[in-house]
Antibody, heavy 119, light 108 residues
Framework: EVQLVESGGDLVQPGGSLRLSCAAS????????MNWVRQAPGKGLEWVSY????????SYADSVKGRFTISRDNAKDSLYLQMSSLRADDTAVYYC????????????WGQGTLVTVSS | SYVLTQAPSMSVAPGQTASISCGGN??????VHWFQQRPGQVPVLVIY???DRPSGIPERFSGSNSGDTATLTINRVEAGDEADYYC???????????FGGGTKLTVL
């Protein structure tokens, strides 16, 4: 079964840091482009960051650029998101998402991990 | 940055057709994808590249894209279609992925 499993979500104070992980299984992780997408409570979907299969192309939403860092380890079938200088408006469920069908379509989603930024 | 505009909500009676729009500047020149998110669930891809359906998605779901509007059409709407629907695309100018604000579909 094709699966993405996120971990690392937690309650963190404003200004703090957190590292999210995503473990892929059921498919060959290396060739796929990957993304992080988030959803604040009761709000819509917001794309956060993208990384190419070989990590040579990376992009970030303006709202997180300079604070978040995406990375991957193809040998471990894993995707990461290092988050720093966290703010209250970063509170959201963070989804690990595979970009695999058509031109940039998100075809596989993890179940999400909740990040809460609050004092 | 590229902006996708969706109506916040719409309602339709069972058995009728729902047409959910996604507006953007010259969106017809881009590939648009659509996601369904039922309450409390993870988003699911229902249309990719404007009009293609992933395996397992009913034929009742179809898509089109032209000019400044992309449209997701759901024929013979069922109670189980009640969900939030999001359009999404890749903006080649910024290399950003962009979501619309979502449309909440209510089945009366």
């Amino acid at each position: 079964e094709v699966q993405l499993v996120e971990s690392g979500g937690d309650l963190v104070q404003p200004g703090g840091s957190l590292r999210l992980s995503c473990a892929a299984s059921g498919f060959t992780f290396g060739p796929y482009e990957m993304n992080w997408v988030r959803q604040a409570p009761g709000k819509g979907l917001e794309w956060v960051s993208y990384i190419s299969s070989a990590s040579n192309t990376i992009s970030y939403a303006d709202s997180v650029k300079g604070r978040f860092t995406i990375s991957r380890d193809n040998a471990k079938d894993s995707l990461y998101l290092q988050m720093s200088s966290l703010r209250a408006d970063d509170t959201a469920v963070y989804y690990c998402v595979r970009e695999g069908t058509g031109l940039g379509a998100f075809d596989v989603w993890g179940q999400g991990t909740l990040v809460t930024v609050s004092s | 940055s590229y902006v996708l505009t969706q109506a916040p909500s719409m309602s339709v009676a069972p058995g009728q057709t729902a047409s959910i729009s996604c507006g953007g500047n010259n969106i017809g020149r881009k590939s648009v994808h659509w996601f369904q998110q039922r309450p409390g669930q993870v988003p699911v891809l229902v249309i990719y590249d404007d009009k293609d359906r992933p395996s397992g998605i009913p034929e009742r779901f179809s898509g089109s894209n032209s000019g400044d509007t992309a449209t997701l059409t759901i024929n013979r709407v069922e109670a189980g279609d009640e969900a939030d629907y999001y359009c999404q695309l890749w903006d080649s100018h910024t290399d950003h992925r962009v979501f619309g604000g979502g449309t909440k579909l209510t089945v009366l």
